[in-house]
């Protein structure tokens, strides 16, 4: 059974940094494009697009992003990671992993099959 499983959340101010991990249990990312999403809190329930990395180890930026967060893969472990620097009080939100469609690279969209998330409070 195929499963991605978030972790590394957690609360920190301004400036601070996090590293989250996504397991992508049953996945092989070898084969499959992975990428982060985040969700904001509010009325908005959208995920929006954050990073994405594709077989071949090429990376993909929303524009707020770039520059400040830093997304990796481990071929061997089949799990992602999302380096977040500089973290800003708009980063916060509940980040999911997914693979991904990458047939318009750099643009990307998700497969579906959300998992349950990891929570990114930046305090101001």
């Known amino acids: 059974q195929v499963q991605l499983v978030e972790s590394g959340g957690g609360l920190v101010q301004t400036g601070g940094s996090l590293r989250l991990s996504c397991a992508a249990i049953?996945?092989?990312?070898?084969?499959?494009?992975l990428g982060w999403f985040r969700q904001s809190p509010g009325g908005n329930r959208n995920r929006e697009f954050v990073a994405g990395i594709n077989v071949s180890g090429w990376t993909t930026y929303a524009g707020p992003t770039e520059g400040r967060f830093t997304i990796s893969k481990d071929d061997v472990t089949n799990t992602a990671y999302l380096q977040m620097d500089d973290l800003k009080p708009e980063d916060t939100g509940v980040y999911y992993c997914?693979?991904?469609?990458?047939?318009?690279?750099?643009?990307?969209?998700?497969?579906?099959?959300w998992g349950q998330g990891t929570q990114v409070t930046v305090s101001s």
């Open positions: 049953g996945w092989n990312l070898k084969i499959y494009a």
């Open positions: 997914n693979i991904i469609i990458t047939d318009n690279w750099p643009s990307v969209r998700p497969s579906g099959n």
